[in-house]
């Protein structure tokens, strides 16, 4: 069985190894990580620090936009994601598939949390499996709000996927 990562979709821009892993991996993403990739494509705020980094992340944006606004991919998604929760995954030859979530914001956090964060949260939640960022603060207040999800830094990456903390690690005192 493939290991499995709640995850937004413009991480795995950013973070290409993510699509070549060791081993199997499924990420869960949002749908709404998916639509947010357009928004982040048509600000010119930077995404990256060097200008050669923020051309090849905008070009795997744009790759991953049109994949999942082709429309085979994009139908698919509209009649299998039409419940809460329900899941459209995308099996890919690396080991990868890419589960593609009706998550749904609760505003559980009020404004400790934004909406994707909410449903990141609650992804990882709902399907019981750690969570992948690369945003310290958020990781600050997981921790400081106590919300009951695993998560691991996204430079933690292979150790999750090789050895990783099991939750009933977590839960043993």
């Known amino acids: ?3 499995q990562f709640v995850i ?9 190894e993510l699509m070549a892993p060791s081993q199997p991996v499924e990420y869960l993403i949002p749908v709404t990580t998916i639509y947010e990739l357009d928004e982040f494509l048509a600000s010119p705020e930077p995404i990256m620090p060097l200008s050669s980094d923020e051309k090849h992340v905008r070009q795997i944006m744009r790759e991953m936009s049109d994949f999942f606004s082709d429309p085979f991919n994009r139908k698919r998604m509209e009649k299998g994601l039409i419940a809460p929760w329900a899941k459209v995954p995308f099996a890919f030859p690396n080991g990868v598939t890419l589960t593609i979530v009706n998550s ?3 505003a ?13 949260l609650l992804a990882a939640m709902r ?6 960022t690369d945003q310290p603060d958020f990781q600050d207040r997981i ?3 106590v919300v009951p999800i695993q998560f691991y830094d996204v430079e933690d990456f292979e ?4 050895e990783g903390i099991s939750i009933r690690e977590l839960q043993e005192p």
């Open 159 to 162: 150790f999750a996927m090789e």
């Open 104 to 106: 749904e914001d609760n």
């Open 143 to 145: 921790l400081e709000y």
């Open 108 to 120: 559980m956090w009020g404004e400790l949390f934004d909406p994707v964060e909410t449903q990141l």
């Open 127 to 132: 399907f019981e499996v750690p969570l992948l």
């Open 1 to 3: 069985m493939p290991k």
């Open 8 to 16: 937004e979709a413009i991480m795995l821009a950013i973070y290409g």
